[in-house]
């Protein structure tokens, strides 16, 4: 299974980022998927999740409102779309793919991670 990030950057606070995940290797649309990010010198977080059929999400508290987690079944790809970027958003973002069909806050739901994509945001 691989999962691939993309999409990180460099971004002015207040601008806009939108993040790919390409998967293989799996039944796609059978799994949950699952946003985290970690800066530096801090645990990893859990950022966003969606359900296999994308009919479920969830966000923390921290990027509601701003943030947008949605996927394309046909393509195999996960998508977080970033408004209102702030410096404390500043990152390195993870996809990470359930162990079943409905996703959770928890890094124990995740049975599969990619390896990042750096968020830089400037104030």
């Known amino acids: 299974v691989q999962l691939q990030a993309s999409g990180g950057g460099l971004v002015q606070a207040g601008g806009s980022l939108r993040l790919s995940c390409s998967a293989s290797g799996l039944m796609f649309s059978n799994n949950g998927m699952g946003w985290f990010r970690q800066a530096l010198g801090t645990e990893r977080e859990f950022v966003a999740s969606?359900?296999?059929?994308?009919?479920?999400?969830d966000y923390a508290d921290s990027v509601k409102g701003r943030f947008t987690v949605s996927r394309d079944n046909a393509k195999n790809t996960v998508y977080l779309q970033m408004n209102s970027l702030k410096p404390e958003d500043a990152a390195v973002y993870y996809c990470a793919a359930a162990r079943g069909a409905w996703a959770a806050r928890g890094r124990g739901a995740y049975a599969y991670w990619g390896r990042g994509t750096q968020v830089t945001v400037s104030s």
């Open positions: 969606i359900s296999w059929n994308g009919g479920s999400t």
